[in-house]
């Protein structure tokens, strides 16, 4: 178990459609595990990843420059080879991401957050897309929420296409994803992003014309509402501290074109409006931002989702 950064050079990796056909061909899977402050979770994501029907190539865990003790987990898996690594300086979540990518030695590498849990068939899923056609270079899919089993969200849709994420992220976020390793090494996620960074990944790698595919099964398990996580964070948010929220939409607003960009800045300043302080303070932040339209809208749309949900 190493604790210490390995080079960043890797050799050139490549899948070919030839290598896909030998029998007993298999695919290399490392997985990604970010952590901050969380050590009990870690040890629930850990022990998925080594349920796993496919068994990963390696298993990275990139520690946000905790100070909480993760000796204890560690020591529960000491008998697999984890690498480690402890980040000198707390970076956010999508500098410890790229660690764990340029760390990383598979065909392919899934990410999960340490809040998360992946069931048992996930990383085979995952292979399956992979090897059913050497063109596909990135899969997603969808999830439960943890301990709600009738709360599940899968998207229908096989292919993710620019029309669908100009809607937002339907899909699921970064504990229901994977890429192959070029791909992510040409594409780095945005670490000046405080949110919305599963998303602006997606969309780049849209734009670059990356096959991106879904899996239309839950694979993965949510943990909604965690303690500090972004939706707690969100709730407790001053209306004047929104702006760098709302960044992901303001690097794509072009791509998005007016109305979208305008439904995507109003239902990230209203998200979970009936939680927050100062409602009428932020209805007028996304009336000044994008205009009374829009702001009207997005707030029709939460109701009709509370109706009907």
Same mark, same amino acid.
């Given at each position: ?57 390696? /298993? *990275?865990?990139?520690? +946000? ?5 993760? #000796? !204890?987990? &560690? @020591? ?31 065909? /392919? *590498?899934?990410?999960? +957050? ?5 069931? #048992? !068939?996930? &990383? @085979? ?106 939706t707690a964070k969100v709730k407790k948010m ?72």
């Amino acid at each position: 178990m190493s604790e210490n950064l390995m080079s960043s050079t890797n050799p050139p990796l490549s899948i070919t459609a030839t290598d896909q056909k030998k029998p007993g061909y298999d695919m290399k899977i490392s997985v990604v595990i970010i952590t901050c402050e969380r050590p009990d979770y870690l040890r629930s994501s850990l022990q998925s990843v080594f349920e796993q029907s496919q068994k990963p190539y390696e /298993v *990275i865990v990139v520690n +946000d420059c905790s100070e909480a003790d993760y #000796s !204890d987990v &560690l @020591a529960m898996y000491s008998e697999h080879d984890i690498n480690y690594v402890l980040l000198p300086l707390r970076s956010g979540a999508n500098v410890a991401r790229n660690t764990g990518v340029e760390l990383a030695s598979g065909d /392919v *590498i899934a990410f999960l +957050d340490d809040d998360d849990i992946w069931l #048992s !068939d996930f &990383l @085979a899923s995952h292979q399956q897309q992979y090897l059913s056609s050497e063109s596909i270079g990135a899969v997603i899919c969808g999830h439960r929420i943890m301990e709600s089993d009738n709360k599940i969200n899968i998207n229908k849709q096989y292919e993710v296409t620019a029309d669908e994420l100009r809607h937002g992220n339907r899909f699921s976020g970064m504990s229901g994803f994977s890429a192959k390793t070029l791909v992510l090494r040409e594409h780095a996620f945005d670490s000046q992003l405080k949110n919305g960074q599963d998303w602006d990944l997606f969309v780049r790698l849209i734009q670059h014309e990356v096959c991106f595919v879904n899996v239309q099964k839950a694979l993965f398990l949510y943990r909604e509402g965690t303690p500090g996580g972004i939706t707690a964070k969100v709730k407790k948010m001053k209306v004047e501290d929104v702006t760098p929220r709302l960044q992901s939409a303001i690097k794509h607003r072009d791509w998005l074109g007016e109305a979208f960009y305008k439904k995507r800045v109003a239902e990230q300043i209203l998200s979970f409006l009936p939680s927050k302080n100062n409602k009428l303070g932020w209805i007028n932040k996304s009336i000044e931002q994008v205009g009374m339209t829009a702001t009207i809208k997005t707030l029709a749309n939460q109701v009709l989702r509370k109706i009907f949900n």
